[in-house]
């Protein structure tokens, strides 16, 4: 069965240093997609970035990387220049292929981060 | 703004009631999705709908279904309420092209 791991219940970061979230999965599938969502303390769910395990690039979305190794078997986090409003849970999560277009996710437990001034 | 809207935002109710949380998916989002986040259990599937069909089915309850109508907005019908069943509830939505799934503010369940 697919499974996503997160290691990191919390973690803390100083204004303006780069983190690394850890997420490791584990599938037997050759082709899946592998996201990042932040869940801020207002609860709603914000996509960061998503990684093909196709895609031969590791993916950026500005301030976000995905540190992709398929081999290991790891999609971990990284946000450079952490800012105050970076606090928040993150989710790695990681989408099953069904038959016909489906795309449901399976999540990891999530990390919390806070980023201090 | 993800674009994808559900009503409502609070919903508090009493144990054995049913209650109906609806879901808007991103103007031409075909694929409705719902997952339940609890604290016990994290986020988990429920049920994805793909134009009006219900295309895969996780961890949901047989008191709880769910439909999408021919305009795609979408419903989850919770049914004889249990404490248990209190939870932040999320709908996604995503393009022909999956590899993009945004989750709308989510209705926060409370059963007392």
């Known amino acids: 069965a697919q499974k996503i791991t997160q290691t990191q219940p919390g973690m803390f970061v100083q204004e303006k240093e780069a983190v690394t979230l850890d997420c490791t999965y584990d599938t037997s599938d050759q082709s899946y997609g592998l996201f990042w969502y932040k869940q801020p303390s207002s609860g709603e769910m914000i996509f960061l970035i998503y990684q093909g395990s196709y895609d031969e690039q590791n993916a950026t979305e500005g301030r976000y990387s995905l540190n992709f190794q398929k081999a290991r078997k790891s999609a971990n986090l990284v946000i450079s220049a952490s800012q105050l409003g970076d606090s928040a849970m993150y989710f790695c999560a990681m989408r099953e292929f069904l038959s016909g277009n489906t795309g449901k996710l399976i999540f990891g437990q999530g990390t919390t981060l806070q980023v201090k001034p | 703004d993800s674009g994808v809207t559900q009503t409502p935002k609070h919903l508090i109710t009493a144990t054995g009631q049913r209650v109906t949380l609806r879901c808007s998916p991103r103007?031409?989002?075909?694929?409705v999705y719902w997952y339940q986040q609890s604290l016990d259990q994290g986020l988990q599937f429920l049920i994805q709908?793909?134009?009006?069909?219900?295309?895969a089915k996780g961890n949901i309850l047989e008191r709880f279904s769910a439909q999408q109508f021919p305009d795609l907005h979408s419903e989850l019908n919770l049914s004889s309420l249990e404490l248990g069943d209190s939870a932040l509830y999320f709908c996604?939505?995503?393009?022909?092209?999956?590899?993009?799934?945004?989750f709308g503010p989510g209705t926060r369940l409370t059963v007392l």
């Open positions: 996604a939505s995503s393009s022909p092209r999956p590899d993009e799934q945004f």
């Open positions: 103007s031409g989002d075909l694929s």
């Open positions: 709908y793909y134009n009006g069909e219900e295309r």
